[in-house]
């Protein structure tokens, strides 16, 4: 008799339990009087402010201040709605420190993210930014770009200069530039570099140094295409906005020879290829970024020059800037070459702009202006030290809100954030990277525009 079978019963399928969601509770709202820093953003403000603030007619060092804040926070802070939420605000003589969203906790208030809460899509100023990355900056610590990406959305590459690019002929090093780029990609910044064709640097700091008398027009425009072809195709993605050329000067404006090539206003380029050596420059560069088809362009194409900022230009740099930026920038537009115009606005406290003249050059050059290096020098006002800064406070409150109602501007790019050794020129922060007062103006001509009643 055969022996019985036994079934093999079916594998059964497992049904997994699915885990228990862990639930994370939402963080109790946090009250300003136990905000944990707290004590440090008085600390900053009143240290920015000379160590003591009058409030209400009272006058406090910051544990007087962070004490009253605790006893009555009410009376520091101001409520608003922002696309259907509601905002608390930390204010002290309007100046405003710290935010807290709906019921959560409270947090410094940078320039970059009042301009995230308020800027519409509409306002034509969406960027503050700073040199990031600087290769030639007394303090090059990571430290330094984390505190200039929790202040700013815009990051100018320092690394992308024509010497740090292609310092020996035809060696091109572009990983430092490359890094410090996805650096500030990933903070949320956008990019700028260059200037990819810059007359006088250019012959200063590379081999270009070395062959200048003996480069013939050809070989100039071969060495130029080269090099704006190599670095922007070195760098792809990496620039949201490039400085095509910088600081152009025309070849007549000055008798210039090479046997005086150290004066200021020297543009080599000028002098060797001729003053088309500009749309040249341009046509490339468009060229390389439009390449394969790709339109519209993916990089903003900037012209940059000095002393341009007011319609009579600068007599120290013997030319009129202005009128040739305008010229320069209509030619290159017509072209179809051209997305912006850079303005550099290195400020004398000694001769301070007029505001509404310089309102009427930004508006007049017809394209989004950016302000691409923004300082202003105290070096040369009388005075004391306090008297002195006093100045450049003011200076600094009158030209970012002249910026922002000339509503042609994109982004404004400051050149000297950090007190540099040596210069004695503390502009947004001290060599210990502490706000300044000049940080605080900033954060405060911001707020009224983009967050004001």
Do not use: C
Not at 379 to 407: H, M
Request: hydrophobic share 35%; glycine share 6%; net charge negative.
């Amino acid at each position: 008799m055969p022996p019985t079978e036994t079934a093999i019963p079916p594998t059964s399928t497992f049904t997994p339990v699915p885990p228990t969601p862990t639930i994370t509770p939402t963080p109790a709202p946090e009250n300003l009087a136990d905000a944990k820093d707290l004590s440090k953003w008085i600390d900053n403000y009143i240290h920015a402010f000379g160590g003591k603030v009058t409030v209400n007619s009272v006058e406090m060092d910051a544990n007087q201040l962070t004490a009253e804040i605790r006893k009555n926070a009410e009376a520091f802070t101001q409520v608003k709605e922002i696309n259907g939420a509601e905002y608390l605000f930390l204010l002290i003589n309007g100046v405003p420190l710290a935010m807290r969203e709906g019921k959560g906790q409270w947090e410094e208030l940078t320039s970059r993210k009042i301009i995230e809460l308020g800027a519409k899509p509409e306002d034509v100023f969406q960027y503050i930014g700073v040199k990031y990355s600087d290769p030639f900056n007394v303090d090059t610590s990571s430290r330094v770009d984390q505190v200039f990406a929790k202040e700013f959305n815009f990051a100018y590459i320092m690394d992308t200069l024509y010497h740090q690019i292609e310092k020996q002929e035809g060696i091109f090093t572009f990983q430092n530039a490359i890094d410090a780029a996805n650096s500030a990609k990933e903070n949320g910044m956008i990019t700028i570099g260059g200037p990819l064709v810059y007359g006088k640097s250019d012959f200063d700091y590379t081999y270009l140094k070395e062959k200048r008398g003996t480069l013939t027009r050809d070989e100039l425009i071969h060495i130029m295409k080269r090099h704006i072809k190599t670095q922007m195709e070195g760098t792809p993605g990496s620039l949201d906005i490039m400085l095509v050329v910088n600081e152009y000067l025309p070849k007549n404006v000055l008798d210039m020879t090479w046997e005086n090539p150290e004066k200021l206003s020297y543009d080599a380029y000028a002098d060797i290829i001729g003053d088309d050596y500009v749309d040249i420059a341009f046509e490339y560069a468009r060229e390389i970024d439009t390449k394969g088809g790709t339109i519209p362009p993916t990089t903003i194409l900037i012209y940059n020059n000095t002393a341009n900022h007011l319609p009579q230009g600068n007599t120290y740099w013997e030319g009129d800037n202005t009128n040739l930026t305008v010229a320069n920038v209509n030619r290159l537009k017509d072209k179809g070459l051209i997305d912006g115009v850079g303005v550099q606005l290195h400020i004398d406290a000694a001769q301070p702009p007029n505001i509404d003249d310089m309102i009427k050059t930004f508006r007049n050059y017809g394209n989004p202006v950016y302000v691409t290096e923004f300082d202003i020098d105290i070096s040369r006002l009388d005075g004391t030290d306090s008297q002195k800064e006093q100045i450049r406070t003011d200076l600094y409150r009158k030209i970012l809100e002249g910026i922002l109602k000339s509503n042609v501007t994109v982004a404004v790019n400051h050149w000297s954030a950090v007190q540099e050794q040596g210069r004695g020129e503390a502009q947004l922060f001290d060599n210990q990277l502490n706000p300044t007062i000049n940080l605080f103006v900033e954060r405060q001509v911001l707020f009224e525009y983009f967050l004001g009643n």
